[in-house]
């Protein structure tokens, strides 16, 4: 029976934005495309202080909506090959000084433990499957934009991985790899993001705004601050409670909506 528990793939779900990146990684995006003056210094500014009021506020629906349309907008006719350089140095210059140690050390146990560790996040695919590689994860979850002649078109392909829609893409991925949900788990901040906490039978809540924080509450799910003491203890649990498992993968691999490329390596 452990030996088949063994072979059964465990996988931890992270979101990124304010759970494993302090604020939102798109934003770090915006100023590399500014730096490469792709983008005007209007736009920075206009990201700049969404992305203020998003540290200290959380997610509002009416800003997510604005910033996806406003994000569609800027990389409309940059090429696959540019952004593809943009986002190892947008990841080396802004992204991984951005990373909660805490939060990375918390994958780090569930890869010890032979789990598959995946991003599920609204940060397109291009950024998110370098964070992924980057941290030496599994692979990413994320939002995928169209591509025509080798440039990006300014129009999404799918949906728009936020809310709901990650928990389908998390749902599509678990009967995939055979994984018992029961036996997974999922971190992240915000209330948007239920579905997929409610998803595994692991779920908790990573500095969470109000509205997560009161649902955490009422059904239970454990939370977990940023703080030495707090993260110390989550690890434990990881440890303590975890079952070892099959990563059944070689290297990153990267899941765009409900399709998947095999591992890499």
């Known amino acids: 029976m452990a030996d088949e528990q063994a072979d059964t793939p465990v996988l931890a779900f992270f979101d990124v934005d304010n759970t494993l990146v302090h604020g939102a990684s798109a934003f770090h995006l915006v100023r590399g ?11 920075i500014v206009s990201a700049g202080w969404k992305h203020a009021r998003f540290k ?16 569609l907008e800027v990389i409309t006719g940059i090429t696959v090959a540019d952004m593809a350089a943009l986002s190892d140095d947008v990841w080396a210059r802004h992204t991984e000084p951005s990373v909660w140690p805490e939060t990375a050390a918390l994958a780090r146990e569930h890869l010890a433990k032979g ?8 940060t397109p695919t291009f950024l998110a499957e370098v964070i992924a590689r980057s941290l030496g994860l599994t692979g990413a979850l994320g939002s995928v934009f169209e591509v025509e ?4 078109t300014g129009r999404l392909d799918g949906a728009f991985l936020h809310g ?43 500095n969470p705004d109000q509205g997560l924080a009161a649902h955490a509450r009422a059904a239970g799910w454990p939370t ?20 070892e498992a099959s990563s059944r993968h070689g290297g ?7 399709q998947s490329t095999e591992p890499s390596g």
């Open 56 to 71: 200290v506020r959380g997610e509002n629906d009416r800003h997510l909506a604005a910033a996806q349309t406003r994000g």
């Open 33 to 43: 495309l500014r730096a490469a003056r792709l983008i005007t210094l209007r736009d």
């Open 115 to 122: 789990h598959q560790v995946w991003l599920v996040t609204a």
């Open 224 to 243: 977990v601050r940023l703080q030495r003491a707090s993260i110390r203890e989550a690890r434990r649990r990881v440890r303590r409670e975890a079952p």
């Open 164 to 206: 709901e829609h990650k928990a389908v893409a998390a749902r599509a991925l678990l009967a995939r790899t055979g994984a018992d949900p029961a036996h997974c788990w999922a971190y992240s901040d915000s209330r948007h993001d239920i579905p997929l906490l409610s998803l595994v039978g692991n779920p908790v809540v990573v």
């Open 149 to 152: 002649d080798g440039a990006y």
């Open 252 to 258: 990153p691999t990267t899941v765009r909506g409900d």
